[in-house]
């Protein structure tokens, strides 16, 4: 099933291809470069309120995909639907760290039994199929060294960085071992299009947008000096199809990074530039975040980029002109009209 | 409760201790340490039949403990058992890669889940304890270079070795997040009396001791040239006791390794001389060991000499001089009559 890197668009012709978290925001941005690939796309999501899933980003490919509501905890149904599929995208995951540190169990029910489940299903069920994870840049935790290698020690500080580590590494061993072929693409901070943003429990980078579109203050923690990089979803899922796509991967883990890494500070000045509203304030840093706050961090992606030929192509402001007026056109099906704008 | 080095055996007159696993092969080793030092000690075991729980280990300290059968798993007993301890010795575990393979749900289930739940347990409802955790040389998978120090990464290659890489992963977190003060001991290879022997499935060294008290043929795998380090249960035991009585082991990872590393051939050997029975024979590697198997493995263990002045004082000749008269002496207690001498 191994393509050379250049043609891995042309790899999903009328594969059967399956997304877990597939209503959510990587996966539906995923699904949707798939239908246009002609790729047979089915769509496992739970739907679960308050998580990433919205059956509004799959507007427009309804037609085009097939949706199964499930829980990836279900082991059972995980059995049947991995039957048939040539590569499985894997992105089902609680992905609030807060929440993680409240409700560790939960955490560990959806983000390590589940994958156990997924992974025994295809073992099982469909050996010869090929896995891509949604790995995490959260199981480097603090930093040692800058730009982070995937040389760098697993050390996650909190419970979903924990979990989403153990995920990552059954997959690895299920390769590994068992042979059914699998690889983890380690993400660092995804923005654009159908990011859940009806709370600010899934990561900053959303919830700072939607203040900026509603022209409300953005809170910057201490001086707003830590780097991060942001890589822009479109080019994410482009990771996805050439991780899927290629033999190379397996039993791999790759960054999956930005641009270029920038401070909180320019960021959101950034943001409120190209959105032309919003406004910023310094504040002192809550302590439950900063516990588990990293400090700089930004990823060295040459490993995806020597052997995938992946890059990212979409700057931090191509992203943001093409993310705000997404949400400015959609927003109702994004936020409630109970809550929008509130303070929470 | 910091103390000096030299103090770490006072410390325990009158301390109350719980010990999960309390009735297996290292935890009733500790146990029988503690009594003599003055400690209250629960111990806590599931006495699940194949696991290392067996009540003829805590022989001739019975009146000196209190035995409380429970499973880990069990949530709420943990909410209440651990209550009022000062220091929590977290040994109850899954240990057999063998076993975590082919069910690889309820390995998760002890050692990920249920080690949330003890640690759940503590920041809700003693959040003063101290809890050390009995890691595993498994979480490094196979070595990069050699003496394998702390630094090491952590790259399982089983189910049981990223199961426990979680287990760790979360002491460390909630000593940083939640000040539940805990740490790990990354244990080699243990071996001394009291070991489970029924079986195979819990690692070599005990069964291969087996097969020499009962005269029977050691197999060794390829050309038994694999290097390991295998330290002596009651040293084991003393790092326990010296993690637990001080703080400068909080939040930290420890090597606990042997004397020196030894070639599997010259292990038999000397098991055989010390032992004057018993016989082996190179055979090939069976498939489904040599894909987890790790190739060459010793620890540096100089961060515990220093940080906490540990350092293993019995060779692997005097440990088989005690292990071997040990079994000889109440092998009816480890292997039923039915159990013996049956190949397996």
New interface residues.
Partial sequence: MSVPAGDHRSFYRDRRVMITGGLGFIGSTLARQLVDLGARVLIVDSLIPDYGGNLFNIHGIEDRVHVNIADVRQQSTMNYLVREQDVIFNLAGQVSHIDS?ED??TD?EIN??SQ??IL?ACRRYNAGTKVVYAGTRQVYGRPDLLPVTE?H???????N???K??GE??H??YN??FGVRACSLRLTNVFGPRHLIKHNRQGFIAWFIRLAIEDREIQIYGDGSQLRDFVFVEDAADAFLRAGASDLSNGQVFNVGGTAPIAHRDLVELLITVAGTGRFRFVEWPPEKK??DIGDFYADSSRIARTLGWKPTTTLREGFERTIPYYRTHMNHYVTAAESPVTL
Same sequence: chains 1, 2.
């Fill in positions: 540190m560790p169990v560990l390590c039994k156990l489940f025994e040389q020690l697993v050390k996650p500080i909190d419970v960085g924990i979990n580590a153990a590494y059954y690895l061993m590994d071992v516990a588990i």
